[in-house]
């Protein structure tokens, strides 16, 4: 079952949690559970998803429940008049706001993309970042005697894969939990 954190006439907001897919795809045959389904039979209605969230990923999922709402929403999503926002808590202090204006390679997934050209140009992207609040922690990780993290508000202003993850590790903050583009502690 969902948290569902609103719900009107043409919107519900759900709280997706991290490890579940948005929607059934041919690249996850295996999985059985999508924010779409279950929410469809949790509410017993079509459902429309405006975005979405990598499965990683947990966050408020916003769905229309008719398809000319979940047009013009996303519409709206292509032509920038809607914004995008994420809290992470990232390793490290982050504090003031700044623009991380650096270009990403597109990755390619290993079946989707197995014919396309390997080497392409890297891609812009722009995400800009605000530190909320930092915290000291007296737990020794790898060569630091102490863990510092940061809650940080991030604003993406393009949608590349994977985006905010490599945009944090660039500037070397590491969002917390990403084994990808992370660490492991």
């Known amino acids: 079952m969902l948290e569902i954190l609103y719900q009107d006439d043409v919107l519900v907001a759900v709280n997706k949690p991290a490890g579940m897919l948005v929607h059934r795809s041919w690249l996850d045959r295996h999985e059985t559970q999508f924010v779409m389904q279950t929410l469809r039979d949790q509410i017993g209605q079509l459902v429309y998803p405006i975005h979405r969230l990598d499965r990683p990923t947990s966050g408020v999922l916003l769905f229309a429940l008719n398809s000319e709402i979940a047009n013009l929403l996303c519409q709206q999503f292509q032509q920038k008049q809607t914004e995008k926002q994420y809290l992470a808590v990232v ?9 991380i204006d650096y270009p990403l390679k597109i990755q390619l997934d290993k079946i ?8 392409k140009a890297p891609q812009s992207a722009v995400t800009f970042y605000e530190g909320l609040q930092t915290v000291e922690m007296p737990y020794g990780v790898g060569r630091y005697a102490t ?3 940061s809650l940080v508000r991030l604003v993406p202003k393009t949608g590349r894969k994977h985006q905010l993850r490599r945009h944090m590790k660039h500037i ?10 992370g660490d492991l502690h």
């Open 147 to 149: 863990s510092r993290y």
């Open 112 to 119: 989707a993309d197995k014919f396309s050209q390997q080497d």
């Open 91 to 99: 390793r490290g202090y982050v504090t003031g706001h700044g623009k």
């Open 172 to 181: 070397f903050h590491p969002i917390l939990g990403d084994t990808q583009y």
